[in-house]
C-alpha cells in the first residue's frame, strides 16, 4: 500500500501521449537541487488520435502509470503536474492597446502591463477555448518604443503582443477528469514540448537562439527560443509513428512487429549497398521468418525523406531562423533513430544536438516532457509557498497604488 505524501517534498509530471503515458518522480534536495527518482512508461490505453476513447480506461492506466513511479520510494504524490502532446493545441498571437491617461503621460506600472496583457489574452481565445500558455513577446510604447519590458518607461498608450497556445476547453477538462478520476489533483497544465525545453535547453541556449525539436508519435513540435523567451511555435503533422506504419504495410507485419523493428534495426542514415544488404529473423508465430533489410530501409527512409522536408520548411520559413546560433536540439523517442541528428544537421545546415543527459537513466531524451513537468510542478508550488510568505500588507498596497497615481498625475 502507497503511502500518500501531503507535504511538497516530491513533485509528480504526468506526459499523457497518444502512444505512451510517460511519469517522472522527482524529489527537492533544496532550492537549487532536484533528485530524480524514477521514471515510467506505459503504453496509452482509452486514448486515441488526441480524444479519450474510454475515460475509465484512461483513468486506470494514469493510475497504473503513477504507482508505478512511485514503487522505487514507497509513496504517491497527491497532485501531477499534467502535460499534453501538440495534437491538442493550436497557436495564434494576439495584441491589445490600452490608454495610460487621457493627457500628457504617465510611467508604466505593473497594473498598466497586467491590463494590456489581459485585455490581449481575451482578445486571443474563442468562448470555447482555454489559454494553456501565454508567452509575452514585446511591448509598445506609443508606438515608438519596442520593449520587453516597459515598466518604468513614460507614455500615453501601451501595446502588448503575446504568443498563445490555446485547447478546445471541452477536451481540457475531459483530460482533467481523467486525472482526477485516477485520485489524483491536477496543479497545472502545460505542453509537454514546452515542459521538455525547460530541461533540455540551458539559459545560454534560450539566450542565443535555438530551436527544440520534439518527435512524438503522432505530431512533431520545433518551438524557438530567442532572449530568453519562446518566439515561435509550429507544429508538424508527422511523428514517429508514421515509420512504423510505414514498416507494417510494406512489410505486412503487426503495428506491435513493426515497432519493434524500428526500435532494434531502423536506420535514418543513409547506408551502402553493402550495410543494407541480409535479411533480419522476425520472430512469428510458427518460427523465425527472414526480412529483407533492404525493404526496411526503404520503409524508413520514405518517411525520414518526408520529416525532414517538414523541418527545412518550418526552421528556414521562421523569421528566428538566423538568429538560431545555438542551432538544435532534438528530443523524443524517435530521436534515438541512428543517423537522424546527421540528416537533419546535413538538411538545415545547424548544429543539432541529443537533449538532456540524467545520469543513470538510459535514453534521458524519451522522458524528456514528463521530468520537465516535474520540475515546473516544483517550481510552480515552490513560488506559490514563497508568495504566500511575501503577501504584501494592506500598507504597501496602499504605498504602492499612491506611488502610483503621484507618477501619473504629477
Not at 201 to 224: K, P
Not at 326 to 342: D, Y
Not at 393 to 406: P, R, S
Amino acid at each position: 500500500m502507497l503511502k500518500t505524501i501531503k507535504g511538497s517534498k516530491y513533485y509528480c509530471g504526468l506526459d499523457l501521449g497518444s502512444h505512451s503515458i510517460k511519469v517522472a518522480l522527482v524529489r527537492g534536495q533544496d532550492d537549487e537541487n532536484l533528485e530524480l527518482l524514477g521514471v515510467y512508461e506505459v503504453p496509452s490505453i482509452g486514448l486515441k488520435e488526441a480524444s479519450i476513447s474510454d475515460l475509465t480506461e484512461l483513468s486506470q492506466t494514469v493510475a497504473r502509470a503513477i504507482e508505478g513511479v512511485c514503487q522505487r520510494v514507497v509513496a504517491k504524490p497527491t497532485a501531477v503536474h499534467l502535460g499534453i502532446s501538440a495534437d491538442l493545441l493550436s497557436f495564434r498571437q494576439s495584441s491589445a492597446i490600452v490608454p495610460l491617461v487621457d493627457a500628457g503621460t504617465k510611467v508604466v506600472a505593473p497594473s498598466d502591463i497586467a491590463k494590456v496583457n489581459h485585455q490581449a489574452r481575451l482578445l486571443g481565445v474563442g468562448i470555447d477555448e482555454e489559454i494553456v500558455h501565454s508567452f509575452e513577446q514585446f511591448y509598445k510604447v506609443d508606438d515608438v518604443n519596442v520593449s520587453l519590458n516597459p515598466m518604468g518607461l513614460y507614455g500615453r498608450k501601451l501595446e502588448s503582443h503575446l504568443l498563445l497556445l490555446i485547447a478546445n476547453a471541452g477536451r481540457l477538462r475531459n483530460m482533467n477528469k481523467a486525472v482526477h478520476q485516477a485520485g489524483f489533483d491536477v496543479q497545472k497544465v502545460s505542453l509537454s514540448s514546452y515542459a521538455a525545453s525547460q530541461v533540455a535547453l540551458d539559459e545560454s541556449f534560450r539566450n542565443e537562439g535555438c530551436a527544440l525539436i520534439d518527435i512524438g508519435a503522432h505530431m512533431t513540435s520545433v518551438l524557438f527560443f530567442k532572449n530568453g523567451i519562446l518566439g515561435d511555435v509550429q507544429f508538424i503533422q508527422w511523428g514517429g509513428g508514421f515509420i512504423t506504419r510505414s514498416i507494417a504495410d510494406r512489410l505486412s507485419l503487426t503495428t506491435d512487429l513493426a515497432e519493434e523493428i524500428k526500435k532494434t534495426h531502423a536506420f535514418a542514415g543513409k547506408l551502402n549497398p553493402q550495410e543494407a544488404s541480409g535479411d533480419i529473423l522476425v520472430k512469428r508465430d510458427k518460427g523465425y521468418v527472414p526480412i529483407r533489410r533492404q525493404s526496411v530501409c526503404e520503409a524508413v527512409e520514405w518517411e525520414i525523406e518526408n520529416l525532414l522536408t517538414h523541418l527545412e520548411t518550418v526552421l528556414k520559413g521562421s523569421a528566428l531562423f538566423h538568429q538560431l546560433n545555438k542551432g538544435a536540439v532534438i528530443v523524443g523517442g524517435t530521436a534515438l533513430l541512428p543517423g537522424l541528428i546527421e540528416r537533419i544537421e546535413q538538411r538545415t545546415n545547424l548544429t543539432v544536438s541529443m537533449g538532456i543527459a540524467t545520469k543513470g537513466l538510459q535514453n534521458p531524451s524519451i522522458f524528456a516532457g514528463a521530468i520537465g513537468l516535474a520540475q515546473l510542478n516544483y517550481s510552480q508550488r515552490k513560488n506559490k509557498a514563497l508568495n504566500l510568505k511575501t503577501t504584501q500588507g494592506w500598507v504597501k498596497k496602499f504605498y504602492v497604488k499612491f506611488e502610483e497615481l503621484c507618477q501619473e498625475y504629477f
